[in-house]
């Protein structure tokens, strides 16, 4: 193989003759397109006069009945009928320009479309006003691009690092795919139960890419196939959106003499040019957090009229990411498993980690989740390192997908974590830091092939990413007052505001209003005649009181009414009679309702009379509420905690780690007053098991209160926390106009934000307001903040939420739900006291030595500014 970087380079520095007339982000423009001409101009130079003779001969024949013939002579599917070629143009620099169209115009019609494709045309005249064109051509011609010295493959590393390096700074989705991924890719995508299926002498398949590129991945996988059978032919299929690597993509067809109309330009969401076609392997890295808002319209409209006789039957994800759109889509194109094709198809997609777990139970994601585990459709997923992409360093995932598995991993899914199988580069390209050796890629593939459990594979049953997603309801427990505070709240209520509306109008409509004003002053009369000091605790009772009032009063109250009556007069009171609807059974408070996610496996009764009842003994299960999610927590299903103990192995350990660190400090503190504080003891019982582990959401709550735009604007600062942002240095200005979305933080509040220093987690001491992205909580009142602090701060606590959190390693926030989910350690009262106040002492020490610290270093700058002067004399 040649060094292509040698010929990226030449091309590159031909780039540089661009400056001035050209941005460096518009240099693409003429070296893309050159690029291809001049490899066209290489690959048909053997053949150019023949078919300049055979072109004349047939001259009155139309070009389509001509074409056949003249790539006959050519020996590709294509050809070039002008006189011209680069060491042509040179000759004649005054019509440089003319003579390049005529040049390109003399190519077939599929390779004009390649070229128009490029929009080069538009660029020729700029060239030749600048005095470039003629230098441009000249130093393409300089470098040979003949298919003796550069082979297709080759071609194509070539025109992929040409395209990296113009791209340098798209958006993180708009990647171009390393090779060594793709050989990965194709690896596991041929990687058949029987191995015998691709040996098959003769053997014909085809390969679908939806997001084709350049066509990086048909040649890999066309190279592979090969390798293993010599005399196996892959027919390449794909669509790509972008006109410029659509026409490389072509070209590269073109040249290799395989039919270039199986490439097609589109946008594959919106306007599929494949749409009744079906494929033996589909293999894609479709784009990345891509909106697809713009084009929804079609997309939506083809999920709700055609279910799953489209494309898009289990649902849609959010439009702000496309990825499972993509992998529906590709999903629709497997060929179905029959007598005549017993191999079904396999498809390889590379997404990020989003597609995995994002979505609530009911949303789009989750819905095609459920669909793809469900139909026993994945095979598996292998967690690739991260740094592999030339532009972004976001953490990736191969997801394969057959619809025909092998009989022994029915119902099953295997993980690979292949995250530490890669090797620094040498020197990154672009946010490529690293790569992996083909070794590497051998190893990969043997772990995922085996499927033996092992720390780097994993088996599960589809069932095991499936959760129960389960309403908690409590009752709603009102008591009721008449008072003039309470009376001014009815006023406002809708159903007692709507008795003075109408929609007649003129007169009619006026006499309405009028005498619905009339009602509400009686109502309100007959109200404040039952004002006294009494609270009613129970619904009925109280309701029966009114309406009594009302009747002697004739009044006549529908539902509508006596309910907004009931609600200015009411207010929660958790001493209050349970509220009982007309069938007698509890009427909810949807203020305290709460959700729980179990795993599928995980016996529901047992987990909620275990993990809600001890917390909330009046609770109960809305049965016809729950749904079913699926999300796959791929990393966290590499550590060894047990799921059906809901990660309390590793609060053991947690605990352990801690109570070692307390005890290591300790020993340390040479100044410790044991006598005094009796501590000791208390770390002694802590390897007793007098801990608790309680869920976060039963010992905090939310805080969620906003329009509070002129309390102080809050920002986390290294080493203070939380400070006001006019204190920081940086500078920053915040826009003023959104605060009134901005969280109330007071003093004592925990605020949980990955910008933070530690764990994420901060203890504010002063009031303010925080962004909307930041989680704001606040314990309840039995708990110590201080020593909940520390055990944020802690590193045992740390590496839990490393391990039970996804959003830390995909660089989101962690919200509330997130944080809810997780145990936390709940000491006995008087030992929470007693770590808290001994971390406080500990940190008045180190403040302390660190203000002697600074007074001797005063001291000594002091000391050597007086003897370097001569003010001090040493002796």
Excluded at 21 to 47: H, M, N, Q, W
Excluded at 336 to 361: C, H, K, Y
Excluded at 421 to 431: D, L, V
Excluded at 737 to 747: A, Q
Aim: glycine fraction near 6%; include cysteine.
């Amino acid at each position: 193989m040649i060094n292509f970087q040698d010929k990226v380079s030449f091309i590159w520095s031909i780039a540089e003759i661009l400056r001035g007339p050209y941005k460096p982000e518009d240099y693409g423009k003429i070296v893309l397109p050159l690029a291809v001409l001049r490899r066209f101009d290489c690959v048909l130079e053997s053949t150019k006069e023949e078919v300049l003779a055979k072109a004349e001969q047939f001259a009155a024949m139309n070009e389509d009945a001509r074409e056949p013939i003249l790539n006959r002579v050519s020996k590709q599917n294509f050809h070039n009928t002008s006189k011209y070629d680069f060491d042509k143009l040179l000759t004649d620099s005054d019509n440089i320009a003319d003579n390049l169209r005529d040049y390109m115009n003399g190519f077939s019609k599929v390779a004009r479309d390649i070229m128009d494709h490029f929009d080069f045309d538009r660029q020729i005249d700029k060239l030749e006003q600048n005095n470039l064109l003629y230098l441009t051509i000249k130093r393409f011609s300089e470098i040979d691009l003949h298919p003796e010295t550069v082979s297709n493959i080759e071609m194509g590393y070539v025109f992929e690092e040409l395209i990296r390096r113009f791209n340098e700074n798209a958006e993180a989705g708009d990647h171009y795919t390393p090779r060594e991924v793709i050989r990965l890719m194709t690896h596991l995508l041929f990687l058949h139960d029987d191995a015998s299926i691709l040996r098959k002498p003769g053997l014909t398949q085809t390969l679908y890419d939806c997001a084709a590129g350049t066509g990086g991945m048909g040649s890999v996988a066309q190279e592979y196939l090969l390798s293993q059978n010599p005399t196996a032919h892959l027919e390449f299929f794909g669509q790509e959106i972008n006109p410029e690597s659509y026409a490389i993509c072509k070209a590269d067809l073109l040249i290799k003499g395989e039919d270039a109309r199986n490439i097609r330009l589109g946008n594959t969401l919106s306007n599929d040019q494949f749409p009744r076609d079906k494929f033996d392997y589909l293999i894609s890295n479709p784009p990345y957090g891509v909106d697809w808002k713009s084009y929804e319209k079609p997309i939506k409209e083809e999920h709700e009229k055609q279910g799953f006789d489209g494309r898009f039957g289990p649902g849609t994800p959010r439009t702000s990411d496309g990825q499972l759109l993509f992998l529906m889509h590709l999903l629709s194109k497997m060929k179905p498993v029959t007598a005549e094709n017993p191999q079904g198809s396999r498809l390889a997609i590379i997404m990020n980690g989003s597609p995995l777990f994002t979505g609530d139970a009911g949303s789009g994601e989750s819905e095609i989740r459920k669909y793809v585990l469900e139909n026993d459709l994945v095979e598996g997923i292998v967690a690739l390192p991260n740094d592999l992409f030339y532009n972004t360093g976001i953490a990736t995932y191969i997801w394969i997908l057959t619809n025909n598995k092998a009989p022994l991993y029915k119902g099953k899914v295997r993980l690979v974590n292949a995250g530490d199988f890669s090797k620094k580069m040498k020197k990154s390209m672009g946010s490529k830091r690293n790569e992996i050796k083909e070794e590497q890629i051998n190893e990969i593939v043997r772990l995922y092939g085996d499927a033996q459990p092992n720390e780097y594979v994993k088996i599960f049953d589809n069932e095991d990413f499936g959760y129960a997603k389960i309403t908690v309801d409590r009752p709603l427990r009102l008591n009721f007052q008449v008072n003039e505070e309470r009376l001014a709240r009815v006023v406002e209520e809708k159903g007692f505001v709507n008795l003075a509306t109408s929609n007649k109008k003129g007169d009619a409509g006026h006499f309405e209003i009028e005498e619905g004003k009339n009602l509400q002053t009686k109502i309100l009369y007959v109200l404040r005649t039952l004002a006294s000091d009494k609270v009613y605790k129970n619904r009925d009772e109280f309701t029966k009181v009114v309406k009594d009032a009302m009747n002697q009063a004739g009044i006549t109250i529908g539902i509508p009414l006596l309910k907004a009556i009931l609600a200015g007069l009411s207010e929660k009171d958790e001493t209050a009679d349970v509220c009982l609807n007309t069938k007698g059974n509890k009427e909810p408070d949807s203020s305290l309702r709460t959700f729980e996610t179990i795993p599928l496996k995980m016996n529901m009764s047992k987990y909620f009379n275990e993990e809600v009842k001890p917390f909330y003994t009046d609770a109960w299960i809305d049965s016809d509420a729950t749904k079913i999610e699926y999300k796959i927590n791929l990393i966290n299903k590499f550590y060894e905690f047990k799921e059906d103990k809901f990660d309390k192995d590793a609060l053991i350990n947690f605990k352990n780690d801690f109570t070692k660190i307390l005890t290591d400090l300790i020993a340390l503190d040479s100044n410790f007053n044991n006598t005094n504080d009796n501590c000791k003891d208390y770390w002694v019982n802590l390897e007793n098991g007098r801990w608790e582990f309680v869920r976060a959401k039963y010992l905090c709550d939310e805080i969620t209160l906003k329009g509070f735009e002129d309390e102080t604007l809050l920002s986390v600062l290294k080493g203070k926390g939380l400070v006001p942002r006019d204190e920081m240095e940086t500078g920053a200005v915040m826009a003023t106009k959104d605060l009134d979305n901005f969280k109330l933080v007071e003093p004592g509040d925990f605020v949980i934000h990955l910008r933070s220093f530690q764990s994420g987690f901060e203890l504010s001491q002063i009031k303010g307001i925080v962004s909307p992205a930041y989680t704001v909580f606040r314990l309840k009142e039995i708990l110590n903040t201080n020593f909940y602090k520390y055990v944020f701060y802690s590193k045992p606590f740390i590496d839990y939420i490393s391990s039970t959190t996804q959003s830390l390693r995909d660089g989101k926030p962690i919200s509330f739900k997130d944080f809810g989910d997780m145990y936390l350690p709940v000491p006995p009262e008087q030992e929470q006291k007693k770590i808290a106040d001994y971390f406080t002492r500990l940190d008045s020490k180190i403040n302390e030595i660190e203000n002697q610290l600074a007074e001797l270093k005063g001291t000594r700058n002091s000391l050597i500014s007086n003897v370097v002067t001569g003010r001090l004399n040493i002796d």
